[in-house]
């Protein structure tokens, strides 16, 4: 049985009223979205801003409350929940947010924030309250001293870090992550990208990974779903994906990756045409105005998500007559040789820069190539 | 390699004087130079320095609280002593910025159109029926569509991406020698920051203006620079060709920057991370500003400043240890 399970999730939100309270137009954010995740994996939802990723991402939590549709944990019925049921649900599911200083009450010191969750559930008896809260600093690398600290004394990623404290406060089985790294400079994101991917490792957590970086969602990602105007237009393994995007809005999205490689490959799709407004969105296929593909059926009917027999699923009515994606993604090359090996000896340590670096190489097991 | 440089910075020193007396160097002893028609990516992380070069450059600096030394030579002029008549004489017409955020750099209260027509009657003078039809070109030079409609159009009905054109229309209003964008598709869907640097690579190839970009990005860097100047802690830490930055970095902290971006091609489990915290600007200390975050040092490094040396053609690097080969073969 999967962790999760949504079924035809719609949000439609009231753009205007009339002078009577009528509704008198709808932002559509979420229009029939459906997808399940097993423990202990990683889901990435991607596509533009406005796209729908994050209110999905709500919704699943039940922040806020859907319009149709359903959605599973472990086989309960969340929108079901009564409010104590869903309180306890609220021990399962938890959030990081994108912004690491807003996310913090500034007012309470870390060890408040952290205790806070602890005793809203009655987890922890009082006396050994301080403990748990040292271990969970521990667990997300800070030391425990820092708990009487306020957040304003921290640095960005010291805050996301803190963040992702709360959130493992109450042990929860899912952690939706959003955006949990874009407010971050890069040598500080991959200390944050680290320390997700070991907790998923040590705790077998599951995360929904809310992201328009496209790197970053191939390296922490198994499985990934492709959002455009509130659909799922593509969804499929994360290698499989990146390795031929089927769908036309995948293609061209995944074609724009920018690589750190000078001179890389690439056929870049640049699409043209603005993205349509989700309060008007346009009719038959919603990616058909800036399609390159786009036939006359495309404008007039909506395709469905259509799976391959290996769990490849793309919304697109001409699936089996698209050229071939193979060389869509731009190739990066990985490292040269020589910064292979100089990533590796700093990654190592003073011992691997004094020690041959063939040696440390080999010792190294977070450079054992495991090309995907 | 570079015959006359269009812009050359030498010694640039910044310090900030905070209200509780104390004194931050934000910028220590920045030597560039960019030559017409080539593109150098400023790279570095938050509060290296970048951003505040580049509004010296542009004269953009609060004159209370910041102390500047060194020169900015651009054009015959030097930057630094030019009257700030003449500066604004020079800014928007030869020397142009685009900033990060397309939101907040546009004036909500007048048309795009306005914005721009003002830039060119402010340079170039002539009637407002020219400037409008060149406002209208410069629309369609940077692909917005129906330009003779959305001229008269306010910043608000705009997208993010279309309101980034716009500022790029406004920069490139009077043809300038010398570009400078700030973190331009920072704020940018990965879509539009294709279409916006696809725009920036056309745009130099049609008028063979110098830009700077800033950035953190480094696949940005490599997509559209010829040459990168990487910052740290107020410094240039190393500067190389694009190729040979990617390809042989000669300073750690480039090194520990190019571990930890997830690549496509090269799946590890765990990314490179720089341990430890940027030294506070405020005291620097004695040696070299990356020591205490390097895998690779040595004593020599926390005792004297290390020199920006050229370890090979065009490639400089502020470490004594370079050239790194040497260390990992």
Redesign the interface.
């Known amino acids: 049985m999967a962790l999760l399970e949504v079924n035809g999730l719609v949000k439609h939100f009231v753009a205007e009223r009339s002078l009577f309270g009528r509704a008198l137009a709808h932002v559509k954010a979420v229009d029939g979205v459906s997808f399940s995740l097993e423990a202990g994996k990683t889901l990435a939802l991607v596509g ?2 406005g796209c729908g990723k994050s209110t999905v991402s709500r919704l699943v939590l039940r922040l806020i409350e859907p319009d149709a549709g359903t959605i599973r944990f472990e086989g309960r019925n969340l929108l079901s929940l009564d409010a104590s049921a869903l309180r306890a649900f609220r021990r399962e599911a938890q959030i990081i947010f994108q912004d690491p200083y807003a996310s913090l009450n500034p007012r309470m010191t870390v060890g408040q924030i952290l205790t806070e969750p602890l005793a809203l559930h009655g987890l922890v008896p009082v006396a050994q309250r301080r403990e748990r809260v040292a271990e969970l600093l521990r667990l997300v690398g800070l030391e425990p001293r820092l708990a009487r600290r306020y957040p304003h004394e921290f ?1 960005g990623g010291q805050r996301q870090r803190i963040a992702i404290a709360r959130a493992l406060a109450v042990e929860p089985k899912l952690i939706v992550c959003d955006e949990p790294v874009s407010a971050l ?7 944050i ?2 320390l997700l ?1 070991e907790l998923q490792d040590r705790l077998g957590l599951a995360y929904i990974f809310v992201s ?5 969602v ?3 990602a198994d499985h990934v779903a492709v959002m455009n105007l509130g659909q799922i237009v593509e969804t499929a393994e994360a290698d499989a994906l ?1 390795s031929a995007p089927s769908h036309p809005y995948s293609r ?2 995944l ?10 490959k690439r056929s ?1 799709i ?2 043209q ?3 349509p407004s989700a309060l008007n969105p346009p009719p038959g296929c919603r990616f058909h105005t800036r399609c390159p593909y786009v036939v006359e059926r495309c404008r007039t009917e909506m395709p469905q998500l259509v799976p391959d027999g290996i769990g490849h699923a793309t919304a697109c009515h001409r699936t089996s007559e698209l050229p071939s994606s193979a060389a869509i ?8 040789p ?2 292979e ?10 011992e ?2 004094r020690g041959s ?1 063939v040696h ?1 190489l080999g010792t190294d ?8 | 390699m570079i015959v006359s440089p269009l812009i050359e910075i030498t010694d640039l020193r910044i310090r900030f004087h905070g209200d509780d007396g104390r004194i931050t160097h934000a910028v220590d002893g920045v030597d560039l130079s960019v030559a017409n028609g080539a593109t150098l990516g400023l790279v570095g992380e938050s509060g290296c320095g970048k951003s505040v070069t580049s509004l010296a450059i542009m004269g953009l600096l609060p004159k209370q609280s910041a102390e500047i030394s060194g020169a900015i030579r651009f054009d015959g002029f030097d930057l630094l002593k030019t009257p700030d008549q003449m500066l604004r004489d020079l800014r928007g017409n030869r020397l142009a910025m685009i900033f990060q955020e397309p939101m907040t750099s546009l004036n909500p209260s007048f048309t795009i159109g306005d914005q721009i027509i003002e830039t060119i009657l402010r340079h170039r003078g002539g009637s407002r029926k020219s400037a409008r039809e060149r406002a209208v070109e410069l629309l369609r030079r940077v692909h917005i569509p129906s330009p003779e409609r959305r001229i008269d159009e306010y910043p608000h009905k705009l997208s993010g991406g279309m309101r980034q054109r716009v500022m790029i229309a406004m920069a490139l209003a009077c043809d300038p020698r010398l570009l400078i964008a700030d973190e331009p598709t920072t704020a940018l869907d990965v879509t539009l920051q294709a279409q916006i640097l696809e725009l920036m690579r056309e745009l130099k190839a049609a008028s063979g203006a110098a830009i700077i970009l800033i950035t953190h990005d480094l696949g940005v860097v490599a997509e559209v620079c010829d040459e990168v100047a990487v910052m740290y802690a107020g410094e240039i830490v190393e500067r190389a060709p694009v190729d040979e930055l990617f390809s042989a970095p000669q300073h750690p902290y480039t090194v520990g920057l190019l571990g930890s971006i997830p690549r496509l091609d090269h799946r590890a489990e765990q990314l490179a991370t720089i341990e430890g915290m940027v030294p506070n600007m405020a005291q620097p200390p004695d040696g070299c500003r990356f020591a205490a975050r390097c895998p690779f040092v040595l004593d020599a490094c926390t005792k004297t400043p290390p020199p920006l040396i050229e370890v090979s053609q065009n490639h400089l690097s502020r470490c004594i240890r370079a050239p790194l080969e040497r260390l990992v073969s």
């Open positions: 533009e801003s640095s400079d890069v040598s500080i994101r991959s200390q990208l680290n991917r328009h970086d496209l790197a970053v191939k390296h922490i990146f061209a999205l074609s724009a990756i920018p690589v750190p490689k000078p001179q890389a870049r640049v699409l045409g603005e993205i993604v731009p190739s990066d090359g990985g490292f040269s020589v910064l090996k100089l990533v590796a000896a700093f990654s190592g340590g003073p691997a820069v670096g440390s097991p977070a450079y054992s190539q495991n090309r995907g």
